[in-house]
């Protein structure tokens, strides 16, 4: 799609990167309601957006399944041969809050062309597909005992140290068969799936990054190892601190899968200056992964010192796979810079590490750390 069409079909985004186009939401769109509008959801794309006839489009299942077939959209919108499914999902970039690890230490790596992303790389819709599970033993009769992952190609393609790619990931056959979050989805919010979403067929792999929701999919196969797409083996790794460009090899990481529990401040905004009577207003989002739910946001006036719960009447329900959205009203006393932070708990128990420099890694994701912003504090 054109620059153009981009801007007329997300008028309001903080845009990152034109090409391919990178988009995060504004935070007060963000915090709007429990749903995110598809003309404010984020864009993450590694490359163009491919244009694809959804009449002639055929998806293609094969690798370790019993019987390889195509199947097209008309078919597996067919609620005769499918079983569908409408789910509510937030996805969720693991480069979301990037820009805290990066004014730590940016690192050396390839991820300095990733995104700076903030708190807007994250959103929640309601998707309307079948299950990945349904698809592969109606379709294809089942997948063979060998298969341990399903690959997840798209259509579009990016460029990388002199290749040219398809978009591939996977995810555990394991999680496929346990979720039946997993989804192939062909509607988000009650809409067609927007073009920039991956119109007309992406996977939705609720509770993982969002890297594994690959959006234009075209194929699936059944493996017996991970794909070998650079994006599951060279990106969305998790590395130790300790490494650095001179001894960083992509085995030392390890594939980031489920999103760990996180949250953030949306408002106020960092470096604020807030004339109150003894009380600020907090608002912002609280998120954990692999299928937990946000039990408890704790807030802090003195930089995490005093915590105050945030009354859970005042927050979004209770979801599995969703985040919950939620605001507080905050007691402040003191005068002059506060730091303000949250912290989430989730219902395995789960929290957040205390500081940015405990989460960071070398390609910089997963800023899970309880989220901090200094405000201006005129009592
Ligand atoms: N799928 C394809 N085909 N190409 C991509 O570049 N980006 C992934 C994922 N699926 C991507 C993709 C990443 S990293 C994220 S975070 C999500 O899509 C973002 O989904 P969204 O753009 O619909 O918000
Ligand atoms: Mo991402």
């Known amino acids: ?193 927007p073009k920039i979403h991956g119109f007309p067929l992406r996977a939705v792999v609720a509770g993982y990054i969002g890297a594994r929701s690959t959006k234009w999919l075209y194929k699936i196969n059944a493996l017996a190892e991970p794909s070998m797409g650079p994006v599951q083996r060279q990106e969305y790794l998790y590395y130790t601190p300790q490494l650095g460009k001179q001894n960083v090899t992509y085995s030392n990481g390890f594939s980031i899968q489920d999103m760990p529990v996180s949250s953030a401040i949306l408002s106020p905004t960092d470096k604020s200056v807030i004339i109150h009577d003894g009380h600020i207003e907090l608002q912002g989002w609280a998120y954990s992964g692999g299928g937990n739910w946000v039990e408890r946001v704790e807030v802090s006036p003195d930089g995490g010192h005093v915590w105050y719960q945030v009354d859970p009447d005042d927050m979004t329900e209770k979801h599995y796979y969703a985040w919950r959205l939620w605001k507080t009203k905050l007691p402040v006393d003191a005068e002059g810079w506060l730091e303000f932070c949250v912290r989430t708990w989730d219902s395995s128990c789960n929290t957040e590490p205390t500081f940015v420099r405990s989460a960071w890694n070398w390609d910089l994701h997963v800023t899970s750390s309880a989220h901090r912003i200094k405000v201006y504090s005129v009592n």
């Open 1 to 193: 799609v054109s620059w153009e069409t981009v801007l007329k079909e997300k008028p309001n985004m903080t845009h990152l990167l034109q090409f391919p186009y990178n988009g995060e939401t504004k935070f007060e769109d963000l915090m709007k309601e429990k749903l995110t509008d598809n003309s404010l959801h984020f864009v993450r794309n590694h490359g163009g957006v491919p244009y694809i006839d959804e009449d002639a489009l055929e998806i293609s299942i094969g690798g370790l399944v019993k019987q390889p077939v195509k199947i097209t959209m008309k078919d597996l919108k067919d609620s005769t041969k499918f079983p569908q499914a409408e789910v509510t999902i937030t996805l969720q970039c693991s480069g979301t809050r990037r820009r805290e690890q990066i004014e730590q230490y940016p690192g050396d790596g390839d991820e300095l062309i990733n995104a700076p992303w903030g708190e807007g790389a994250i959103g929640t819709a309601v998707y309307k597909g079948v299950p990945l599970k349904q698809v592969l033993k109606i379709a294809a009769g089942g997948v063979l005992p060998e298969c341990q992952h399903i690959e997840l190609i798209g259509a579009d393609t990016y460029f990388k140290k002199g290749e040219v790619y398809n978009y591939a990931v996977s995810v555990p056959y394991r999680t496929v068969l346990m979720n039946e979050r997993v989804l192939l989805a062909w509607e988000m919010n009650g809409k067609p799936l």
